[in-house]
């Protein structure tokens, strides 16, 4: 069973950057998707970022392409979601989570595995 622990959410002002981070362990955890959904209050989670298990692609949701970046180092069994330019509209509860195929995941908004707990982001205008 893999286990998904979130870190790096703050406070922030509009324009600045956070680096997300979620560790996974159990068993083949590195064989998964790893992805990064957010659920802003009185909305419903949406997927932001995924990434295949070799790291060889990626996809993002259109409000945030060309300000974060997904990325994972298996070795260390990390993904990471780097965000620039943060606005007001990317506070949420961001959730790491798992699936077994990336296509599905990004393609058909398959439900995933695993989740993590959810670390907060709040950016200030």
């Known amino acids: 069973q893999v286990q998904l622990v979130e870190s790096g959410g703050g406070l922030v002002q509009a324009g600045g950057s956070l680096r997300l981070s979620c560790v996974s362990s159990?068993?083949?955890?590195?064989?998964?998707?790893m992805a990064w959904f957010r659920q802003a209050a009185g909305k419903e989670r949406e997927v932001v970022a995924a990434i295949s298990w070799s790291g060889g692609s990626t996809w993002y949701t259109d409000s945030v392409k060309g300000r974060f970046t997904i990325s994972r180092e298996n070795a260390k069994k990390t993904a990471y979601l780097q965000m620039n330019n943060l606005k007001p509209e990317d506070t949420a509860i961001y959730y790491c989570?798992?699936?077994?195929?990336?296509?599905?995941?990004?393609?058909?908004?398959?439900?995933?595995?695993?989740w993590g707990r959810g670390t907060q982001v709040t950016v200030s205008s």
């Open positions: 159990g068993r083949a955890s590195n064989m998964y998707t």
């Open positions: 989570a798992t699936h077994s195929s990336f296509s599905v995941l990004t393609t058909l908004r398959g439900t995933p595995e695993t």
